[in-house]
């Protein structure tokens, strides 16, 4: 019972340090393709503390609506992929699974994490897996689309490369987002809470 005190005082400080770091990292890189900033972040291991119950109440929520809206798929794609935390979720719905990260040691980790899966620190853009259209049966983007600069051409690019796409963002991010996604054709969109926060869920089928 004594370590208790001990404990819950060296989990403060691992938050506090995260905070500080992350504030740190994260200065310009919201909307301007800060790559080498991304991969700061990750000299913390979980810099976006995936393990929390919050972020796996997200990956929880996220799977149940692509279940819901596509059922179990034979190739996804991850755009953004970090350290592998949501792509062992994603892992259940499809047979083949993809991942992508500008971070290099973010992949290192998803490599280990999800050995299973297939990954690349790469771009949208220079994503090794080929090119033909609608490629991937489901395109994923969750909590990226608001650090990357050109949204409407990663869009277009997730549209050319899947046969179905999906995104999600935390709800401060609409105005910086939501605009881009009003003119896709057959756009479904839905709400996630938990523990007060909201998240954006968009999905879509591309025609073709």
Request: aromatic share 10%.
């Amino acid at each position: 019972m004594a370590d208790q005190p001990v404990t819950r005082l060296h989990g403060k400080l691992r938050k506090a340090v995260r905070r500080l770091w992350m504030k740190y990292a994260m200065r310009g890189v919201g909307g301007a393709d800060n790559y080498e900033r991304l991969d700061l972040a990750y000299q913390l291991g979980d810099p976006w503390n995936m393990e929390s119950p919050l972020e796996q109440a997200r990956f929880a929520a996220t799977n149940r609506i692509i279940e819901q809206a596509f059922g179990r798929v034979g190739s996804l794609l991850e755009i953004g992929c970090g350290e592998g935390h949501q792509t062992q979720a994603l892992a259940r719905l499809a047979g083949e699974v993809y991942g992508i990260d500008v971070s290099a040691t973010a992949i290192e980790r998803a490599r280990l994490r999800v050995p299973q899966a297939r990954f690349a620190a790469s771009d949208l853009a220079g994503q090794p897996w080929g090119d033909e259209r609608h490629r991937f049966d489901l395109v994923v983007a969750c909590e990226v689309l608001y650090y990357i600069k050109d949204i409407p051409a990663t869009i277009e690019r997730m549209r050319h490369l899947g046969k179905a796409c999906l995104v999600t963002f935390f709800a401060p991010a609409l105005v910086r987002v939501g605009p881009h996604l009003e003119g896709i054709e057959d756009l479904h969109k839905d709400w996630m809470q938990h523990q007060g926060e909201t998240w954006l869920v968009c999905w879509w089928r591309n025609p073709g």
